[in-house]
């Protein structure tokens, strides 16, 4: 059974950093896109960036380019989320979601996450 664990979130002020991790346990990662997402109240959910995984890409969302990094631990089978120079717009119930790299569909590099796994999600609350 795929099982995503998302911690790390939290109260940070605006400016601050968090790491995001996910834990994936039931598959490898090997054949594995990941994706980190995001949505705040009254929102629909956007995608924040993701890794894929036989284009050697990496995507970001032009809200959040220049202040995260994602990457892949296979080895301790943990996907991270770095943040940095959080804004209050940030504040967001985070959510990992891994889905097979076999599956494909628009809008990319989002769609396909659709049909994945995801996890229960973490809160990060950015203060002005």
Do not use: H
Not at 78 to 106: F, H, I, N, R
């Amino acid at each position: 059974e795929v099982q995503l664990v998302e911690s790390g979130g939290g109260l940070v002020q605006a400016g601050g950093s968090l790491r995001l991790s996910c834990a994936t346990s039931g598959f490898t990662l090997d054949y594995y896109n990941f994706g980190w997402f995001r949505q705040a109240p009254g929102k629909e959910r956007e995608g924040v960036a993701c890794i894929i995984r036989r284009a050697s890409t990496i995507y970001y969302a032009d809200s959040v380019k220049g202040r995260v990094t994602i990457s892949r631990d296979n080895a301790k089978n943990t996907v991270y989320l770095q943040m940095s120079s959080l804004k209050p717009e940030d504040s967001a119930v985070y959510y990992c979601s891994a889905v097979s790299e076999t599956v494909v569909g628009p809008p990319e590099p989002w769609g396909p996450f659709s049909f994945g796994s995801w996890g229960q999600g973490t809160q990060v609350t950015v203060s002005s």
